[in-house]
């Protein structure tokens, strides 16, 4: 049983990280309460900001102590939900955004060492000073934080080539319910030595332990990269291209995402410097990248015998290759401004799903299609990852319906697609988490078995229960 904070126990937990990183104000709090997309809202008596792992420790064990709420938070840019605090003003927020250092590079042996509160694009660039690659991608990189990357595994535009965030991590440094450190930060490619218990902290959204540090794979920067934009007449096409384009490039295929019209023209609508990609308007588009060890000349020329050969077997309508560093970025804008463009069309519907990559098509086909039955008028903008069968099957609701009317078909909405995902032996979250969004689905995708486990592991690392109560897991 949790305890509501009384203010004197609230006192104590200021004390801790000292006046400054203790946030109380209603204006103050507002950022670490509410996420991006408005959805989620939660209360807050106190945000504390720690600086070190000493001070983390610190909370931990007084909030295992007194059976109080903490709600981890790295650069809340989350989309499920896991990482506000409900609306009872009982759980505390523990934000990470104070603890950024890249605490070591060491570009011999490919290994990054880097605080949680890290925020992506600065990882990338101190990979990239020491003529290195930390290949992890998002949309949000600019904002989001390497403690959330690792605590909802975070997927992203090159998991063809590189992997999941489970893939890029080395080692972990964790305290523990209990105020507990373990120190994992082992920079080791093989290490045979029981359980591998990193991997019970990168997905687990900090529900069994909070993410302080993190050691984490580098690779060679690609000498060279290439960038093409596809026209398509439908989502088999982009399969067939992406086909060719795997067996031709190899692991130099380090990018392949699938798009629809409608998307790119929410996104010319409303994301500046944005602008038609190809000169052929098409239902679908592909936006292709290769990246080479040589050069930019040897990525360009393997992606132009791929479009050529792509021609010649009627599977692409046109295609534009970015003729400079500037225009792969104008291309790459495209795919990462669909989820903002749709705001301005009023509600979204969102799904973050995977099928076998084979089945992508057949997939889009009858979920295009039952929605469109089921509410007409909506404006489907499926999107994403092709190449590893990750579709953010996104919805937008019909021109001038009510936009809250419209969202409160979430659940039923949500009841179809993820039917639809079933069959085709796909999963309900693919790369954005579980949370709040998702926690009642979990069980009937997961089954009574892994429940049970997932179960057992909390209650073994967390017994009282004080960490992302009521995320992922119900308390």
């Known amino acids: 049983m949790l305890n509501r904070p009384t203010p004197e126990l609230l006192a104590r937990f200021a004390a801790l ?60 840019t989350g989309l499920v939900g896991g990482q506000v605090p409900d609306g009872s003003g009982s759980e505390i927020v523990l934000s990470l955004d104070r603890m950024t250092r890249i605490r070591a590079v060491d570009p011999e042996g490919y290994s990054l060492t880097a605080e949680a509160g890290a925020i992506l694009a600065d990882v990338q660039n101190a990979a990239e000073a020491a003529d290195r690659l930390f290949p992890l991608s998002l949309g949000s990189e600019g904002s989001c934080r390497i403690g959330g990357n690792i605590s909802t595994n975070a997927g992203g535009t090159a998991v063809l080539a590189y992997g999941n965030t489970r893939d890029l991590v080395l080692g972990l440094e964790v305290v523990l319910a209990d105020g507990r450190v373990w120190e994992g930060l082992g920079a080791l490619r093989k290490d045979n030595t029981g359980y591998d218990l990193k991997q019970l902290f990168i997905g687990g959204e900090g529900t069994l332990g909070i993410v302080t540090a993190a050691v984490l794979k580098l690779y060679p920067r690609p000498k060279g990269q290439a960038v093409a934009f596809a026209a398509l007449a439908d989502p088999a096409a982009a399969l067939a291209l992406f086909n060719l384009a795997r067996d031709r490039a190899g692991h130099d295929l380090t990018g392949f995402e699938l798009m629809p019209r409608i998307g790119v023209d929410f996104v010319l609508r409303h994301i500046p410097g944005s602008r038609e990609p190809v000169g052929t308007t098409a239902p679908w588009y592909a936006l292709v990248e290769i990246s080479s060890g040589h050069s930019d000349e040897a990525a360009r020329s393997a992606i132009e015998d791929i479009l050529a050969t792509a021609f010649e077997d009627g599977v692409v309508a046109d295609a534009s290759i970015a003729q400079s560093l500037a225009e792969r970025s104008t291309f790459w804008r495209m795919r990462h401004g669909m989820s903002e463009a749709q705001k301005p069309e009023g509600g979204s ?50 021109v001038g319906a009510d936009k809250q009317a419209f969202l409160d078909r979430w659940d039923e909405v949500n009841a179809l697609i993820h039917g639809i995902v079933a069959r085709y032996h796909g999963s309900i979250s693919a790369e954005h988490g579980i949370g709040r969004l998702k926690r009642d689905l979990l069980p009937a995708a997961k089954g009574p078995v892994a429940m049970a486990m997932m179960q057992s592991i909390k209650q073994a690392l967390d017994p009282n229960g004080i960490l992302n109560p009521g995320k992922m897991l119900r308390p």
């Open 17 to 76: 990280v000292g006046p400054a990183a203790a946030l109380t104000d209603p204006e103050a709090t507002k950022p670490y309460r509410m996420e991006w997309r408005d959805k989620y809202l939660g209360e807050t008596p106190l945000v504390l900001r720690p600086g070190s792992v000493a001070e983390v420790s610190a909370i931990l064990a007084l909030a295992n102590e007194t059976r109080t709420a903490i709600v981890p938070q790295s650069g809340n």
């Open 349 to 398: 519907i969102k799904h973050d799903v995977s099928v076998p990559v084979a089945s992508v098509p057949a997939f889009l086909d009858e979920a295009i299609a039952a929605i469109e039955a089921f509410v007409p008028g909506c404006r489907p903008v499926p999107f994403g990852h092709l190449g590893d069968g990750n579709i953010h099957f996104n919805i937008s609701q019909p």
